[in-house]
């Protein structure tokens, strides 16, 4: 009887470990020329391999384990599964100043800079905002977050309004999450690197806190403290996704609450369990973007807000019926 939950327990994580290098290797593989597998191709075609599909691929891998580990620290700062760096208003203040920058030519400032300030700076406005005088409460964090995530939205249609029509269509397509012109730099990894270690050896103390303030004030957690590296490797990581993709909604979303039905709440093992699914998730999203309607292809963001919004919609109704 006990091997029973075991066996399903491996045969998760092996699903888990195998599914990133099973979509890149679709992702080389498959594409609007159709199939082709690497190691068999022609020299024209191993070089489309090699110098387009595998970096796309591997920026998908990145760019969904950071919006996965993102949504992750969302839910448990709101300790809620409806929360999502998309939803609240984080990756549209990435996007929005990133393209500020870009529009007024500030390129003494890289982009990531950029997003991390606007991913910072509305986490704050969205906090102080819902937290006011009154006590906690993760609904009025919510709709404060979908109300700033609209306000940025103004600003974006604004800046896209007064652009040149040159560089608009690029500018709407990685607004919509858009792997096409992404191209991997070496330096964000240190902070990349740091963030998520820092927050994998805060497990326990993201555990803790999922059960609340109180909980974590009688456990010996500063809840404060803890509240604040949350903000800020949130939009950390928020910030690297929108430099890398754009503004890419929902895998922040359905990745964590995917994987907690899989392999429970405990932040030990539900950290690294999304961190595997979204990046391999996004990759097969992005593959299909590029590859179903070839040679034209889709913002990735096109299809991950088609799987997402249903589910988030089930999410809500089901959060409803609880109450």
Not at 34 to 63: C, H, Y
Not at 125 to 130: D, K
Not at 284 to 313: C, E, H, Y
Request: contains cysteine.
């Amino acid at each position: 009887m006990a091997s029973a939950p075991v066996t399903k327990t491996l045969i998760a994580w092996a699903g888990l470990l195998l599914l990133p290098p099973a979509a890149v290797l679709l992702a080389a593989s498959w594409g609007s020329g159709g199939w082709a597998w690497p190691f068999a191709a022609d020299e024209a075609m191993q070089r489309v391999i090699g110098e387009l599909r595998i970096p796309r691929a591997i920026a998908a891998l990145v760019t969904g384990a950071l919006l996965a580990q993102a949504g992750c620290l969302m839910q448990v700062l709101l300790r809620n599964p409806l929360a999502d760096p998309y939803v609240l208003g984080l990756s549209g203040g990435a996007a929005a100043f990133a393209l500020i920058g870009m529009s007024f030519g500030l390129s003494f400032l890289p982009v990531p800079v950029l997003a991390f300030g606007g991913a910072l700076l509305t986490m704050i406005i969205v906090f102080v905002l819902a937290r006011g005088r009154g006590p906690w409460s993760t609904t009025r964090v919510l709709l404060t977050g979908v109300v700033v995530a609209a306000g940025w939205g103004a600003v974006i249609s604004l800046i896209l309004a007064t652009g040149s029509d040159a560089s608009l269509r690029s500018m709407l397509y990685w607004l919509m999450g858009d792997l096409s012109y992404t191209s991997l730099s070496a330096w964000w990894l240190l902070p990349l690197a740091a963030g998520v270690g820092l927050l994998w050896l805060r497990a326990r103390s993201l555990n803790v806190l999922s059960g609340g303030e109180l909980q974590a004030a009688l456990l010996g957690e500063s809840a404060r403290t803890r509240f604040w590296e949350i903000y800020v490797i949130a939009s950390l990581l928020t910030a690297l996704a929108v430099s890398l993709a754009g503004a890419i909604g929902f895998v922040g979303l359905i990745v964590p609450h995917l994987m907690r039905l899989l392999v429970g709440a405990d932040h030990r093992v539900l950290l690294p369990a999304s961190a595997l699914f979204g990046g391999g998730f996004l990759v097969l999203a992005d593959t299909a973007a590029r590859s179903l309607l070839g040679p034209r292809q889709l913002p990735v963001g096109v299809l991950t807000a088609l799987i997402g919004v249903p589910l988030f919609l089930l999410l809500l109704y089901r959060a409803a019926r609880i109450r």
